[in-house]
């Protein structure tokens, strides 16, 4: 949300010393910076519901059928392993160790939430696993790309070496 705030005040500083065509050049390299920061920070995310859980790390995009998944840890991310003995970490979502003490440390502050604390969480998602991961164990894994961020991204990048053309001739 921060680095959004200061994207738009820097776009808006640019088209008050420059004019809009600067804006046009400049925006492109901004707005990439933007979207890094938004794929690494906020995009990455876990969803749980009755048929499985769906994760999300940076632009890979997991399904996990609950009978595919044979165990359930938590280590520095949450871990899924799969009846094939692969294993799926988590980059978003339920931390330990090292990264839990920080973010706790973080949250302790007067005036912040106390954080819940990881085995709490983790047992909410082994209950869900284990009262469902007795169904049809032919389910697929399914593996896609975030098709929207890798659309931005393309449409980001074309930009930028309109940009560098326009600007080298």
Known sequence: MVAGALAILLLFDVVVRSGWVDLVLIAPWVLLALWA????????????????????????????????VAAIDLRWQLEFVLDDASRITCFGGIVGGAARARQA????????????????????????????????????????????????LAVLVTWCVIAVLVTAV
């Open 37 to 68: 920061t938004y794929v690494i920070f906020y995009a990455s995310y876990i969803e749980i519901d009755d048929e499985g859980a769906t994760v999300q790390n940076l632009l890979r995009r997991h399904r996990l059928p609950w009978p595919r």
């Open 105 to 152: 440390r973080r949250r302790s502050a007067p005036g912040r939430a106390v954080d819940v604390p990881p085995s709490v969480e983790l047992d909410a998602v082994r209950d869900r696993w284990e009262t469902a991961r007795e169904g049809d164990a032919g389910a697929g894994i399914r593996h896609s790309w975030d098709a929207w961020a890798l659309i931005v």
